[in-house]
């Protein structure tokens, strides 16, 4: 099964908002409505920003907030932050009862 | 608190077979809905999802890597083992363990993750 696919980067300045994109098949992202995100910074564990393709975990900023048509899913930071420059990776439930990465997306905060 | 702790070899060589233990602790495996999961990172790429081992002993691997892994709990220990055989080069990469808490999260999301192990093979 391959990865999910993500743009390898994307940039923004301060105060702005982006968007990035998670595509799948019908397989995964399309057939439920299980999505999560994760932020990574280098050398560090990844965090959970998203679970069930909108809810964000007690403690995540509600700058982060995430979406889905059809077979792909959106994360989208608003008033970017220095702190957000970091790999983000999608993550989606499978019709194999497994879980799917996405091969990541480096954010860059100009 | 959730914390979870992959420990094993940082070196192996080429054929050999690798085991990780991830001893956790601020939750049970014996109890409903919760899971736990291997995952990898090889230097400077993408996460990929490996096995899960649910609470009721239920057991999924990749679809790619199925034949090379076992995956067990031992449930008085607060541990999960997974085993990989046949290890090479490509298989270099940072090993974590992490939680899927199915009562908050339903399912498709892994919330509290380890700090990971870096394995190397080579010869």
């Known amino acids: 099964q391959s990865a999910l696919s993500q743009p390898a980067s994307v940039s923004g300045s301060p105060g702005q908002s982006i968007t990035m994109s998670c595509t799948g098949t019908s397989s995964d992202i399309g057939g439920y409505d299980y999505v999560s995100w994760y932020q990574q910074h280098p050398g560090k564990a990844p965090k959970l920003l998203i679970y069930a393709v909108t809810k964000r975990p007690s403690g995540v900023s509600d700058r982060f907030s995430g979406s889905k048509s059809g077979n792909t899913a959106y994360l989208t930071i608003s008033g970017l932050q220095p702190e957000d420059e970091a790999d983000y990776s999608c993550?989606?439930?499978?019709?194999?009862?497994?879980?799917?990465f996405g091969a990541g997306t480096k954010l860059t905060v100009l | 608190q959730v914390t979870l702790r992959e420990s094993g070899p940082a070196l192996v060589k080429p054929t050999q077979t690798l085991t990780l233990t991830c001893t956790f602790s601020g939750f049970s495996l014996s109890s409903g809905a919760m899971c736990v999961s291997w995952i990898r990172q090889p230097p400077g790429k993408a996460l990929e999802w490996l096995a899960r081992?649910?609470?009721?002993?239920?057991?999924y691997y990749s679809k790619s890597l199925k034949t090379r892994l076992s995956i067990s709990k031992d449930t008085s220990k607060n541990q999960v083992v997974l085993t990989m055989t046949d290890m090479a080069p490509v298989d270099t990469a940072t090993y974590y363990c992490a939680r899927e808490d199915r009562v908050t999260l339903i399912r498709g999301a892994v919330d509290s993750w380890g700090q990971g192990t870096l394995v190397t093979v080579s010869s």
């Open positions: 081992i649910d609470w009721d002993d239920d057991k």
């Open positions: 993550g989606s439930y499978t019709s194999s009862a497994t879980l799917l």
